[in-house]
């Protein structure tokens, strides 16, 4: 049996066993990190910059390693700011990025720690290191799970859009959340009321599907009552509370990858392509306040880059190297579309947000 088959025995026994229905954040969930079976627990290359290489999406730091020097910048000043000797980065991929900052920062950091729930994913990172800097492995190690506290500077690039959502439909009349039932063997969409409510409900238009994000506003609350001191920065694709919910944007964020290209199929393929939804950034801010953070700021990709000195790295640079870091800058490739939010305890001036700050729009 195949993984893909074993996966959708997997989730054709849960449906069964949750009386013919199951919530889509737990199929996406099931779909994704399934021990050995999900999409990322299976070790193959989904990171990458072209579908030559075996890739299914290209992330920044693959794109171009002036993104993590850039980075590595406000990551010091966290570092500094907060009186802290850690950083930890969560959901690490292929390991380019922990190569890139640790690198950057040097002696400026006494570890830096992975978590990672993936095995398969855990082995690549750290031949990822081990090939780039491996005087400096010593130094890496890799978790499973926070510790009780945690005095560090934490950081996450593209990792709040692959935690699992709800999905909520309007129709209308009344609102229904979402799931997966069998029909014939095949998994298919199933809908049941329910009182969940996305934020401005009120100004739905039926047939409006969209999701909610609680497993990534559960993982802000959890860092901010772990963090005693120190600073997290995600960045990830999405949108402030007004645009998400938009009643133009009626048919939601939800979007797969697989080969560089993208469908809106969740159902096909199960286990076989990445699945992701756009991150309501007000509703993590507001999560993260909630919970004790202080919101250092929210920014566009572009302004955070620039902020942090990405244009003076390009001095001198061959035109490749130019034409790579134009794609995390840009309005139609990364810029834009990606933002970066940061929070901290105790708060201080970021570099990264000094301007073209948003945090107003959220």
């Known amino acids: 049996m195949t993984a893909h088959s074993a996966l959708h025995r997997r ?28 999409y990322y627990a299976r070790g193959d290359r989904v990171f990458g910059d072209s579908p030559a290489s075996g890739s299914d999406f290209v992330t920044a ?22 009186g802290t000797r850690e950083v930890w980065e969560f959901g690490a991929g292929s390991g380019a990025l922990a190569a890139q900052l640790t690198e950057a920062l040097g002696d400026a950091i006494e570890r830096y720690t992975i978590v990672e729930l993936s095995a398969a994913l855990r082995e690549r990172q750290r031949a990822t290191l081990a090939a780039r800097q491996p005087d400096r492995l010593a130094r890496v190690a890799w978790a499973e799970a926070l510790p009780a506290r945690l005095d560090a500077v934490l950081v996450g690039n593209e990792v709040l859009d692959a935690m699992p959502v709800a999905l909520l439909h309007f129709d209308g009349a009344g609102w229904f959340e979402r799931g997966v039932a069998l029909d014939a063997g095949r998994v298919v969409f199933a809908d049941r009321p329910t009182a969940l409510r996305p934020p401005l409900a009120e100004t739905a238009v039926p ?26 920065f995600f960045i990830d694709y999405g949108f402030p509370e007004a645009e998400f919910h938009h009643p133009q944007r009626r048919g939601g964020t939800l979007m797969c990858h697989r080969g560089h290209r993208a469908d809106g199929d969740p159902l096909v393929d199960i286990g076989l392509k990445d699945i992701t939804a756009h991150v309501d950034f007000t509703a993590i801010a507001l999560a993260g306040q909630d919970a004790g953070f202080e919101v250092l700021g929210y920014t566009s990709q572009a302004h955070f880059l620039v902020n942090c000195g990405l244009l003076d790295d390009l001095h001198g640079a061959d ?6 870091a134009q794609k995390l800058l840009t309005e139609h490739e990364m810029g834009e579309l990606f933002k970066v939010i940061g929070f901290a305890k105790p708060s201080f001036d970021a570099i990264g947000f000094r301007r073209g700050d948003r945090s107003h729009t959220l």
Request: no cysteine; proline share 4%; charged share 20%.
């Open 319 to 324: 035109v490749a190297t130019v034409s790579r």
């Open 207 to 232: 047939g409006t599907t969209t999701e909610l994000g609680r497993h990534a506003e559960a993982f802000v609350r959890t860092l901010a009552a772990t963090l005693g001191r120190g600073a997290a």
């Open 61 to 82: 730091p693959e794109l171009s390693p002036l993104f993590g020097r850039a980075l590595a910048r406000q990551l010091r000043q966290a570092l500094d700011a907060t």
């Open 11 to 38: 989730i054709a026994d849960e449906i069964a066993a949750a009386g013919g229905w199951l919530g889509f954040e737990r199929y996406m969930e099931l779909a994704l990190y399934a021990p050995g079976l999900g």
